[in-house]
């Protein structure tokens, strides 16, 4: 095999998702291939690669049909199980996130309490390191799910035992057991339903990431609601009690959904980080020996086949990326706690019903379920080209326009008698930020299942939520910084980090988008030149 075949052969992942397997002599379809232009083939190549297609492919555009196995298995049957899983299991973390910051400033004040939900997610979007590395590693995606969401259950019960004395060692204790347990399963549930398509699917699979991140927030609007009530009128034991029974529920749809049509379950295939770290040593051992044109990785090529060192290359590509989003998160994640806290401080009632301070939350997932179809229906089907890094772009800006409000009202706030500014002003900003996380957090989701090699989905995917995790230490350290101050002080500097982020990403998309550009016409011109040599 020459090294233009073996470069054309490989499975190569496009911003858009489209897995090219390696048994088809093809090229990845993405969002740059119209710059890819009829001139680079002369007519004996594009008859070529025309008949190598198929009669129906379109060469200008390069989007390669990938073939579907007739006598597969419809695994995708099984999808409303883990939907329904996911559904109940956001209710159970949302449940505990709604009333967690009220209880804690109740205890110890506001930096405390701020500080103390920071660090739980901060833990909670940590360990899917662990999970991932577990499910590749070892038990593959259903037994780590399923694994973990026992912890998980445990320190639900574990949390809410604790608060019937305010036994605060094992109150954290069991936020630890909780945290360790969300996060193992975080990295796994998403790229498991992703496991359920074949993978000439790529349409229903974009589909079921929208679907996916709707149950999230059909299940959270529910917690935010049901949670606050059971708090005013039973206590915050009963409260958090109740995420316990419902996560409870989740275990079971899942292993029923098993039982009954069994799931797409992919084995482990070995310690896939560990891999990355030790092809990495080897090649940066070995990069005097590469030229200067190409990828330092590229000395791993005395150790390593073309194909590792190329799904390796694929990690590396994404992670300035991921690198850009820490303080999107440390930002957003302040929608409970920040966001509770100002609207503690507000006039709650609309009409004859007055609101809880945490209830208030519902609003974001109640807008994000809202706003889900109609982002999908009316930009995303009416720009094809608006791709992952491109939504992610806009999602920092709007993210800047929620701060901008939040600051301003804070200062409104701060100039007027307590509890007398009426809520509904704090609706524009959750409505900003959530436009925000539409765009840049499914986006994201769906840019690491498609970057990511077929061995590490759940990985990459840990790695996207390392970034959340990195962003809620951020956010406890901004916290506990700025509590001694005004609180319109700690908006305006939140602010001013939103601004600088979004700048520095439009940077690093343009930067991914051109390396997928020139990866892509590398590929092309692969493709010609063994099209000559056969």
């Not at 007739?70 to 049957?77: H, I, L, N, Q």
């Not at 059971?230 to 409260?239: M, S, T, V």
């Amino acid at each position: 095999m020459t090294d233009a075949t073996a470069i054309i052969t490989r499975s190569f992942h496009s911003e858009d998702g489209k897995d090219i397997h390696r048994r088809f002599l093809s090229m990845p379809a993405t969002e740059h291939n119209r710059d890819l232009k009829v001139p680079l083939m002369d007519a004996k190549s594009r008859s070529f690669v025309e008949t190598s297609f198929s009669n129906d492919a379109k060469l200008d555009s390069l989007k390669v049909p990938i073939l579907a196995n007739p006598t597969a298995r419809d695994y995708a049957r099984t999808v409303p199980f883990i939907l329904g899983n996911e559904a109940c299991e956001r209710f159970a973390y949302y449940g505990l996130m709604a009333p967690l910051a009220l209880y804690y400033k109740e205890l110890h004040g506001k930096g405390f309490a701020g500080s103390v939900v920071q660090y739980f997610q901060m833990l909670a979007y940590f360990s899917p390191l662990l999970g991932g590395y577990v499910a590749d590693s070892y038990l593959g995606k259903y037994k780590t799910i399923l694994s973990f969401s026992c912890i998980y259950v445990i320190g639900l019960f574990v949390f809410a035992g604790s608060c019937f004395n305010n036994i605060e060692g094992l109150g954290f204790f069991g936020l630890a057991l909780i945290g360790l347990g969300t996060g193992g399963i975080k990295p796994c549930v998403s790229a498991f339903g992703g496991d359920q398509f074949q993978p000439h699917e790529d349409d229903r699979k974009e589909k079921f990431f929208q679907y996916f991140y709707f149950t999230i927030n059909f299940g959270s609007v529910f917690s935010y609601i049901i949670i606050p009530m059971i708090r005013e009128n039973a206590g915050y034991p009963y409260a958090f009690g109740t995420p316990a029974i419902f996560f409870a529920v989740a275990i079971v749809v899942f292993v029923i959904g098993e039982k009954t049509l069994g799931y797409n379950k992919t084995p482990a295939q070995g310690s896939v980080l560990a891999h990355v770290y030790r092809l990495s040593v080897t090649a940066f051992k070995n990069r005097k020996t590469v030229p200067k044109e190409n990828s330092w990785l590229e000395g791993a090529l005395t150790k390593y086949t073309r194909d590792e060192v190329e799904e390796v290359k694929s990690v590396y590509r994404i992670l300035p990326v991921f690198l850009s989003l820490p303080v999107f998160w440390a930002l957003f994640n302040n929608l409970g706690t920040y966001f509770v806290f100002q609207a503690d401080k507000m006039d709650r009632h609309l009409g004859v019903w007055e609101i809880t301070a945490d209830q208030t939350g519902v609003v974001n997932p109640i807008c994000v379920m809202i706003f889900i179809p109609i982002f999908e229906k009316f930009i995303y089907t009416r720009f094809p080209n608006f791709k992952h890094t491109s939504r992610m772009v806009l999602g920092m800006f709007f993210c800047v326009l929620s701060y901008g409000v939040a600051t301003l009202l804070e200062i409104y706030i701060s100039n007027e008698p307590e509890n007398s500014v009426a809520y509904p002003l704090q609706i524009p900003q959750v409505l900003l930020i959530t436009f925000a996380e539409i765009l840049i957090s499914i986006s994201g989701l769906e840019f690491s299942y498609a970057q990511a090699p077929p061995s590490m989905k759940s990985s990459i995917t840990a790695l996207f939520l390392l970034t959340i995790s990195v962003g809620s230490l951020l956010g406890g350290v901004l916290s506990q910084i700025l509590d001694p101050y005004a609180s319109w002080i700690f908006y305006a500097v939140c602010t001013g980090l939103c601004v600088i982020n979004a700048i520095a990403f439009i940077f690093v998309a343009a930067w991914f988008r051109k390396s997928d550009r020139l990866r892509n016409e590398a590929v092309a011109q692969a493709l010609l030149k063994d099209s000559t040599l056969n």
